[in-house]
């Protein structure tokens, strides 16, 4: 997972549309391993979900994922490109418009 926000900018995740706590207290109930990155959030989420593995870089986040969210337009996650290759597979869910990776499959619209 890229980003455990809705917004850009914002250090809060404990308040509506701008937190994906659901989302994230679904997969964790389905048993899926979560490994998250997101350099402002990732103090709040701690509180919230203690047991995530916060990752130092999205390439850490994404080696050896079966799949991706993207759930923000941080404009680094914009260059993003080989650091799907680190990927076990290639599933990308991107809902915010930012990753353009030619070449590659599997990135949503």
Same mark, same amino acid.
């Given at each position: ?51 995530? !593995? ?5 390439? !850490? ?49």
């Amino acid at each position: 997972m890229i980003s455990l926000r809705y917004a850009t900018l914002l250090r809060d995740v404990d308040h509506g549309p701008f937190s994906h706590v659901f989302e994230i207290a679904e997969l964790l109930r389905r048993g899926a391993a979560v490994a998250a990155y997101d350099p402002l959030a990732v103090p709040s989420m701690r509180r919230v979900f203690p047991g995530i !593995d916060y990752a130092a870089s999205a390439a !850490d986040a994404l080696r050896g994922a079966d799949a991706c969210l993207v759930m923000t337009e941080w404009p680094e996650f914009s260059g993003l490109n080989g650091e799907f290759d680190l990927m076990k597979s290639r599933v990308v869910i991107e809902g915010r418009r930012v990753l353009s990776c030619d070449g590659k499959e599997g990135i949503c619209w």
